[in-house]
């Protein structure tokens, strides 16, 4: 009997959540930057076993992080939402930190729940990483949990991760197709490949500031034509000069970067106009909060 199972991913930010996701499903499911908190949606990555066992579903959640802003507040919410939803909990921890506030904290959320967790203690390629410190801190407050030593660079204990998934899982059909690695929608997934060249290209506190809106997503059929207009939008007038760049030079570069990204996931030829504009302190506003992040 194939097995199917949905997997919550959880952990501090920068902890390597995304780039695990991305190494199992063996596809770009999320985007990633070296800066905190990139990943603001939960989403969801498909793993098909090729030898036949079944089919993972991967929430990928934000960041987990100690906030009273109301930004870094709607992201806990997210992860913490999706943590009812899930068979099994995936615990991602950076080894190369000591074991903190966090992810102690997070260790308590995750204890107080009823599902199977799994640790991956990740990083074990850096030449700082403790393991063994940070899963005898952990194992104090989850003595039950199965941990995992595993690198999502250099795919280390990848395959040990994934069979431990699997020994966890309840019995069932797969949900999708065995081609599909992800469920975003196209609008979603054009609006992150935008962000994450704009936020690779940003510094400080600029990536903070970014979020992407499609404005318009057109098929010439004749053409075998993708036309797309996206807006990068930035909180201050004075963040749009440093999107831009000298003489445009960085919003070619995004534009150009993104589109050749973008062409790999459609079977059409792609337009891609990106243009940059202010929207002050879109992170106070609500009904900005809730279109953005869910």
Not at 201 to 229: C, G, M, S
Request: glycine share 6%; aromatic share 6%; hydrophobic share 35%.
């Amino acid at each position: 009997m194939k097995k199917c199972s949905s997997i919550s991913i959880i952990g501090r930010p920068s902890a390597g959540k995304s780039t695990l996701l991305n190494t199992i499903c063996r596809y770009k499911v999320s985007i990633t930057a070296p800066s905190p908190q990139t990943t603001r949606n939960s989403i969801k990555g498909i793993y098909t076993d090729d030898g036949g066992r079944g089919q993972l579903l991967f929430i990928d959640t934000p960041g987990y992080h100690i906030s009273d802003k109301s930004f870094n507040l709607r992201l806990k919410d997210i992860t913490v939402s999706t943590i009812g939803e899930a068979d099994i909990l995936l615990y991602v921890v950076d080894t190369v930190r000591k074991p903190g506030e966090e992810e102690l904290e997070i260790a308590k959320l995750l204890a107080s729940g009823n599902q199977p967790v799994v640790v991956a203690l990740n990083k074990i390629d850096h030449g700082r990483a403790h393991p063994g410190l940070m899963q005898l801190a952990l194992e104090k407050i989850l003595p039950q949990a199965h941990y995992v030593k595993v690198s999502a660079t250099k795919e280390k204990g990848i395959d040990i991760l994934k069979d431990t998934l699997f020994n966890l899982s309840p019995e069932g059909e797969q949900l999708y197709p065995d081609d599909f690695y992800t469920d975003q929608p196209p609008e979603f997934r054009i609006a992150e490949i935008i962000r994450e060249k704009a936020v690779n290209r940003a510094k400080e506190e600029l990536p903070h500031a970014i979020y992407v809106e499609i404005a318009d997503l057109e098929i010439d059929e004749k053409k075998n034509l993708l036309w797309i207009r996206a807006f990068i939008n930035v909180e201050r007038e004075s963040q749009k000069g440093l999107v831009v760049g000298k003489a445009g030079s960085g919003i070619k570069a995004i534009r150009k970067e993104a589109q050749k990204e973008i062409a790999g996931l459609f079977p059409y030829k792609i337009y891609l106009d990106v243009r940059v504009k202010a929207q002050g302190k879109w992170r106070k506003k609500d009904q900005v909060l809730k279109k953005l992040l869910y």
